[in-house]
């Protein structure tokens, strides 16, 4: 099945730095990828929709200075995380369609552990 | 407001024993998902249903949609430590991901 990576794994990093996280189709290309994140034994929650060539779209309540998505090619998207405090602290995934995308499904990373201190 | 609710919300069963979790909302899909997610790890697509009433199994993982299109059960037989993670249900109303709504997901724990 298709293949979706993320890098860093796992960050740590002060608060007031930036931090940027990529997440790459390794098979496939993707026009749209999303951006979840999600809190300790939590269930996902949709943060933005990263356009290849085009601005992303945020949810309500995600502030887009904070959160830059930039979707430079078709199997590249990168989420900056800007001036991290600690509560940016979470688990940060991202998914490109594949499968059946008429039934919406989705191709997961692996996650990107962030931890601000 | 979460679409999707999830039941129960933590269940922790001994290795060899049946379970169900359900996944319920008052809202209609056009097709279902389940994802289980292994911890540090991205969710990984079980199964999709589609049309209500649909039975899929997948080895000892037995999958229904309501015939309503409302909601959706994971049966498990047999539990084994492998099983263990967080399951989710994901309903979608079209496609993009601003259309797929994740239920609030049901961590299991298989003790050996």
Redesign the interface.
Known sequence: GAV?S?HP?RVICKSGTSVKIECRSLDFQAT?M?W?RQFP????M?MA?SNEGSKA?Y?QGVEKDKFLINHASLTLSTLTVTSAHPEDSSFY?C?A?G?????????????T?LTVL | TQLLEQSPQFLSIQEGENLTVYCNSSSVFSSLQWYRQEPGEGPVLLVTVVTGGEVKKLKRLTFQFGDARKDSSLHITAAQPGDTGLYLCAGARGTGANNLFFGTGTRLTVIP
Do not use: A, D, W
């Open positions: 979706v993320q794994s749209t999303f979840y034994k939590k269930s996902l949709l929709t779209t949810e995934i998914s369609p499968g059946r995308q008429s039934y919406n499904e989705q191709f997961f990373g692996p996650g552990r």
